[in-house]
């Protein structure tokens, strides 16, 4: 019933597939992807052992274990790739994602990232308020809502699955959003219909936007929750959508609302809305770090048609690029992310960091 019911924003279910790359049918995808998930999963494996090793001496031995199972898996996925393509089973990056997730279960590790998301939420938590006051000191409404977008996709900076970045936080403690915004792509952007978007907003309020958010700390609090405010500001009612299972350090459900709570404490606006049923927090279905709109859960899928949603916002390299970029939507479609990986940024045609703010509008 929840399938049926969210096709409803698809312009074409018959045709949707959560895939950009099916690496059974492109070699040169296949040759990057397969070794780069090989190295991934080592990190992966040792923030595993790391987030359990004070409390539990087989962690160590339960990451190892969780590394060798999932290059066995990956070994048998590139094995049977031209078999695969014969009979037009598609492997997508997102099922690699989705397989790291699976595996860490597996091994007895639900969370590695818990932790980690829990000081970057704290800290952007902090910083709220500034962030704001320079949004609203930005007279030109154009202007600022150029800084929203820029905001969001500076936050998207924040996502410790990617090695680009990873290698910036380690190195740098201090980098936080001005950093990003400093780091990101200047426009002309690689694919960047900004110009379209701001001539949108001189027109009506959208009646419901659906936003699908991307990493904890200062991606989801600095970057999106600013975005949703000026939202709320115009009238628009927002249904916030995050991870039902933990993936990386990508915010869950159940940590967005506990964190909406308290920037509620910093924001009177969200706080209203919140208070109001207009600011409204779902699960998405997802266990992985991408989004099949196939699977979205019943309840979800009722709040969608119940509120009239006319917007619908995908935020990151998971939702937008790896399984998103190319669908298309009968509502109005805002994808926004930062290409952090190289060989993806020049398969789009560009380079690392470049960025992605593409607006489809409903015809």
């Known amino acids: 019933m929840g399938e049926s019911k969210c096709y409803t924003l698809l312009r074409d279910p018959s045709t949707y597939t959560p895939d950009t790359i099916d690496l059974n049918k492109d070699t040169k995808a296949a040759a990057y992807w397969f070794p780069c998930f090989r190295d991934l999963v080592a ?57 790291n997730e699976t595996q860490l279960r597996l091994f007895g590790f639900d969370d590695p990232w818990k932790q980690q998301k829990l000081l970057e939420n704290t800290a952007a938590v902090a910083n709220l308020k500034k962030r704001l006051e320079e949004l609203d000191a930005i007279d030109d409404n154009a202007a600022r809502w150029t800084e929203l977008v820029r905001g969001v996709l500076a936050g998207n900076m924040f996502d410790w699955g990617a090695q680009a970045v990873a290698s910036i936080l380690n190195e740098d403690t201090n980098f936080g959003l001005h950093a990003a915004l400093e780091r990101i792509q200047k426009r002309p952007w690689l694919i960047d219909n900004l110009d379209a978007w701001l001539h949108r907003l001189r027109g009506n309020a959208h009646k419901c936007a659906l936003i699908f958010v991307d990493n904890s700390g200062v991606d989801v609090v600095l970057g999106m929750l600013p975005f949703v405010r000026a939202l709320l500001q115009r009238g628009t009612k927002v249904l916030l959508c995050a991870n039902t299972e933990p993936s990386l350090n990508d915010v869950t459900s159940g940590e967005l609302s506990e964190l909406l709570d308290k920037c509620c404490i910093h924001c009177s606006v969200l706080a209203k809305a919140k208070q109001e049923q207009n600011l409204l927090v779902y699960a998405n279905g997802q266990s992985g770090p991408c989004l099949d709109m196939r699977t979205l859960p019943s309840e979800l899928c009722d709040a969608i048609q119940k509120h009239e949603t006319d917007l619908l916002v995908i935020e990151g390299m998971g939702r937008t690029l790896h399984t998103n970029l190319y669908a298309k939507f009968k509502c109005e479609t805002l994808k926004l992310a930062v290409i952090k990986n190289k060989w993806l940024a020049e398969h789009l045609g560009g380079d690392t960091f470049a960025v992605i703010c593409k607006y489809e509008d409903a015809s």
């Open 43 to 99: 990190k992966f494996a040792t923030q595993a052992a790391e987030s359990q090793c004070q409390i539990d001496d087989t962690a160590t031995e339960r990451a190892e274990n969780f590394r060798k199972a999932y290059l066995a898996k990956l070994d048998e996925y590139q094995r049977n790739t031209e078999i695969n393509a014969a009979n037009n089973v598609v492997l997508g990056i997102r099922e690699l994602l989705e397989l």
